[in-house]
């Protein structure tokens, strides 16, 4: 066991955090998203939900502050805003990561996150939770 590591981020999601490089993008992905079928790597994460996840991966995971965008969201099909989205806001602006959001159209979504380094398979109920984080330099 280590210090300080919170007990939801497992073993393999430390070290593909770790292994991810400058630019590398990670999928957190719902519990209804095809992550099998993707094509990246899946670390499961079963019995939890994206928030928590991401408030847990934020304590580790810089955000890429070189690029327009560093946070990306599913979007919708009607262009509602998910409540879950305004979970997402705070937990990263609690971060103090600095951090651009956009939502792209849910097969661009798709396509982008084919070629992520890895995706996270939560448990979460929400729809269009899904979200890309992209990986910045420690600072």
């Keep these: 066991m280590l210090k300080d590591i919170p007990s939801i981020i497992s073993p ?3 070290k ?3 292994q ?3 630019g590398d993008e990670i999928v957190l992905a719902d519990g209804n998203y095809p992550s099998a079928s993707a094509g990246p790597p899946v670390i499961r994460a079963d019995g939890h939900g994206i928030p928590e996840l991401l408030k847990a991966i934020l304590q580790f995971f810089p955000l890429d502050t070189y690029t327009d965008i560093n946070v990306i969201y599913m979007g919708t099909k009607n262009d509602k805003t998910p409540s879950i989205w305004n979970k997402y806001q705070e937990i990263l602006k609690k971060s103090k990561e600095n951090f651009n959001i956009k939502k ?3 097969f661009k979504f798709y396509e982008r996150a084919s070629h ?3 995706i996270v398979a ?7 939770a899904n979200i890309i984080l992209k990986k910045g330099v420690v600072k």
């Design 12 to 14: 393999e999601l430390m």
């Design 16 to 18: 593909a955090l770790m």
């Design 20 to 22: 991810m490089g400058h």
């Design 104 to 106: 792209i159209e849910r």
């Design 116 to 118: 992520s380094y890895c």
């Design 122 to 128: 939560s448990s979460e109920q929400a729809l269009y």
